[in-house]
């Protein structure tokens, strides 16, 4: 567990049983993305101050994927998504606003997007579309 006073995530790994935990293991926790995109959307966080997926250990690695199958699992049961959009964002070129891994799961329904196609290519818009031929 980390001591970074600055980090928003380090503060919540400080206090375990902090109310917006959801669920933990030994190295990591879940709580709601405090800016949520759809219904649901949550952060799978390891508990030690790590800035970047490539950096965290594979025991680490290992506990925050296991979470993202615990956490899909209670959200299917809970709000019954029809699908889900798993993502990273790695360094601030990326859009990492929180220099803190974590690993946004988002619920994703029938009639949130009109066009869903392409996913996490949205990322570089100009990009994403590749099936129009625009």
Known sequence: MSNNSQCP???IA???SHSRILLQNN?????????PVTAGHSLIIPKRHVGSFFEASDSEKQSLLTLLERAKVQ???E???AS???GINDGAAAGQTVPHLHIHLIPRYEADDKDPRGGVR???PE???YWSGK
Do not use: E, H, M, T
């Not at 190295?27 to 800016?35: C, E, K």
């Open 14 to 16: 400080k206090a375990l």
């Open 127 to 129: 990009k994403a579309d």
């Open 27 to 35: 190295d990591a926790f879940v709580i709601r993305d405090g800016y």
């Open 122 to 124: 949205w990322v570089v």
């Open 9 to 11: 995530f380090c503060d």
């Open 75 to 77: 959200l299917d049961s």
């Open 84 to 86: 889900y959009n798993i």
């Open 79 to 81: 709000l019954k998504p």
